[in-house]
């Protein structure tokens, strides 16, 4: 449990420090992703960039089970 935990926060530490260059490349403006912005409020879910990334950590996790 310890280990996965590591790993995991790993992860999070690698996309905040990448998260200026995956911004660049168009990751978290993605067509359908929501965003609605009103006087005095604004909403933002990013759905598909949500699904993309849920399914590359999918598929490294599948991997590295291995």
């Known amino acids: 449990m310890t280990r996965w935990l590591i790993i995991t926060g790993i992860i999070f530490i690698v ?4 998260w200026p260059w995956l911004s660049r490349m168009g990751i978290g403006h993605l067509p359908g992703d929501v965003y609605i912005e009103r006087k005095g409020f604004s909403f933002y879910a990013p759905i598909t960039t949500s699904i993309i990334i849920s399914a590359v950590l999918s598929i490294l ?3 590295f089970r291995k």
């Open 61 to 63: 996790f599948w991997l």
């Open 15 to 18: 996309a905040g420090i990448a």
